[in-house]
């Protein structure tokens, strides 16, 4: 009987260690496969900037970078002002990019394939040259969606009453869709 | 300053206090200027903290990525690149600086770069590219629908460059003129070239019905100063003592030229595969004893295995030599996708006045590689075959094999002609020449190859492009 306990404990134990083996052999690639990124972001002219989300979107083996949609995307955390961090990514390429809510600024991203475990840090830098196109088939008051090809950054914004539409950047970095296309994000 | 704020600790208190306020006073104005930084100093302030973020650390993966940074980064980066054939690796600096207004898109581009052998280029380039802001349509895609990206080249922008370029080569081959020049007829020769001009693009795109042809004018006009010096320092002997001013016009002296170009190019490309390049222009050379006019047209077809807008490789378009894209615009990334073209190439250069009246230091040549380190009749020597008329028939297959490296054949054809009447599909020059081709994102076009074919042996090629891969080309020296 005696024994039978004893057994029975062994073997408990015997679970209880290897299934904590077993937890600590799976953590282990979990652990080293984790980097985190550092973002500083800042117009031209180094000022930081309000109002700014930092975003990562995992892009997938075969996507080519400059797609803007699919992919996973996670938000980056405000250290300070001007520098935005992520933990827990895993390897992989990924899209950091950076837009303030109204589009003020021309977003900025840059491509990254982390390893595993790295540690990497680098600035975006947001455009403030002001520009100003006409919309066509559009009457003024009437709102549009502005998105940022690369980025995929979307505002809604009223056309002025000169019929044109205000953003910052180059033109050709820009399109307009309906003003639905701002509800899906 | 912190230091010296902390020190005035433990002093009267009204000094304190004064110097205190100058201290915090100090201290909002230094941010306030860290604040305004200019857009100058904080582009070189950003480079700082991204090279030693590239290439803090030494390890064997992250040297690809360093050197990228290096020789690609602005606002200043290392230049690099082959000068003109037989007169070395150049190795430099060049400093970039690219600002955009709403209907301008400017680069501005100052490089230097020395070999070893006391060859050297300096060279200040302005581009200009003409962004008038054009109505914008709302678009309705579909669900699931993929934007087409908008892509620079196809777009209709006018630009315009304006640069100043000197250049100093010490080695340059001489043969004699024609096509049945002699190798015991070898010479060398030195040249300085300073060239100070103006060029512009303009795409015609006001006719829709032919927009498809990707119609564009080319202008250009150049003041060339060019300076020829005997060489006497090679086991090849210095061009004066084998030739006078009548075996090589303009040896004995060599007026300033005024140099105007106007040409046109049409670049459609058919069902996403095949290109059709075709450019045609006429210059005209102005100087007190050589004046002279020269028509040439190119005809390149490429069939692009993979399709033309996923794997053409990157043209030059709208920025400095030293940017590897317009201002406003990133690089374009280290691609990994398969890339591959097959191409026919038909070139024919004709000088409309005697031979007597073109010289010699600017007629074209083929064999190595000519004066713009284009590759032609590679198994001969660089320079070989110099004439004020020329054919050439070029094919040529690359492919990609692993990441940005590639593998390219190509098979040549060609001759020269002292007069226009000899130039034909008689006697013809051969050669063949195999190798490996980098493209390798924004960092300068790398090619390494191996020639062979006609009577002279072979020849190994290795050529880093002067300008940065997307970047905007140089004035031809010829």
């Known amino acids: ?185 | 300053m912190r230091k010296k704020c902390l020190w005035f600790v433990g002093q009267r208190p009204k000094r304190v206090f004064l110097r205190w306020s100058l201290c915090i006073v100090l201290l909002v104005a230094s941010g306030v200027l860290w604040a305004q930084e200019s857009w100058l100093h904080a582009d070189f302030r950003r480079e700082s903290e991204r090279i030693p973020e590239a290439c803090g650390k030494f390890q064997f993966k992250t040297i690809p990525g360093c050197a990228y940074e290096l020789f690609t980064d602005h606002p200043m980066h290392f230049a690099a690149g082959s000068l003109p054939p037989q007169n070395g690796f150049g190795l430099g600096l060049a400093f970039v600086a690219a600002r955009n207004t709403p209907n301008w898109r400017t680069d501005f581009d100052l490089d230097g770069v020395g070999t070893t052998g006391g060859n050297w280029r300096l060279g200040s380039y302005l581009s200009l590219v003409h962004t008038p802001v054009r109505p914008i349509k709302v678009t309705h895609p579909k669900p699931g629908e993929k934007r087409k990206k908008p892509h620079l080249g196809v777009h209709p922008f006018t630009e315009i460059n304006l640069y100043a370029q000197a250049i100093s080569l010490n080695k340059l081959n001489f043969f004699g003129l024609g096509n049945d020049s002699s190798l015991t007829g070898s010479s060398v020769f030195g040249m300085t070239q300073t060239i100070v001009g103006v060029n512009a693009i303009k795409p015609v795109y006001e006719f829709p019905s032919i927009s498809w042809m990707k119609l564009s004018l080319f202008g250009e006009a150049n003041g060339r100063f060019v300076n020829i010096r005997g060489n006497h320092s090679q086991s090849v002997r210095s061009i004066e003592a084998l030739y006078t001013n009548a075996t090589a016009p303009g040896l004995t002296s060599q007026p300033a030229t005024f140099q105007l170009a106007q040409g046109f190019r049409i670049d459609p490309v058919a069902k996403d595969r095949l290109e059709f390049d075709y450019r045609a222009g006429i210059q005209e050379f102005v100087a007190s004893h050589y004046s002279f006019s020269r028509w040439t047209v190119d005809l390149n077809h490429t069939f692009h295995i993979w399709g033309y807008e996923k794997s053409a490789p990157v043209g030059v378009s709208g920025g400095g030599p030293d940017s590897c894209a317009p201002a406003g615009d990133k690089c374009s990334s280290i691609t990994v996708n398969r890339s591959g073209f097959v191409g026919a190439r038909i070139l024919l250069s004709e000088s409309m006045n005697s031979a007597s009246k073109v010289p010699f230091y600017f007629q074209p040549t083929l064999g190595g590689q000519d004066i713009n380190s284009q590759l032609s009749l590679g198994s001969y020597q660089d320079y070989r075959f110099r004439a004020p008329n020329l054919l050439l028939v070029q094919g040529y297959v690359e492919h990609s094999i692993w990441g940005p490296f590639g593998l390219k054949f190509m098979a040549d054809g060609g001759r020269v002609a002292v007069n226009r009447g000899d130039i034909g599909f008689n006697h013809f020059r051969h050669s063949f020449a195999a190798g490996l081709t980098l493209r390798a994102g924004g960092f300068p076009m790398v090619s390494m190859m191996f020639a062979w074919g006609g009577p002279e042996g072979h020849h190994n090629i290795f050529n880093m492009n002067n300008s940065l891969l997307g970047g905007g080309a140089r004035p031809l020296l010829d």
């Open chain 1, 1 to 185: 009987m005696k024994r039978t306990r004893e057994f029975e404990a062994l073997i408990s134990r015997w679970l209880r260690y290897s299934g904590l083996l077993g937890v600590l052999y799976l953590s282990v690639p979990v652990a080293v496969a984790q980097s985190s990124v550092a973002v500083k972001v800042e117009n031209t002219r180094g000022a930081a900037v309000n109002d700014v989300k930092v975003m990562a979107r995992r892009l997938e083996k075969n996507q080519e970078a400059a797609d803007s949609g699919g992919g996973q995307v996670r938000n980056l955390a405000k250290a300070d002002d001007r520098k935005y961090t992520i933990d827990g990514l895993s390897k992989g390429k990924y899209r950091f990019y950076a837009c303030d809510e109204d589009l003020t600024y021309e977003p900025d991203y840059k491509d990254i394939s982390l390893g595993e475990n790295e540690s990497r840090k680098f600035t975006l830098v947001l455009q403030e040259q002001p520009a100003s196109q006409p919309v066509s088939d559009v009457k003024a008051g009437e709102k549009v969606c502005l998105i940022h090809d690369e980025t995929g950054c979307r505002t809604l914004k009223a056309v002025a009453p000169d019929g044109a539409v205000k953003y910052a950047g180059v033109q050709n970095h820009y399109h307009v869709e309906d003003a639905d296309a701002c509800k899906t994000n």
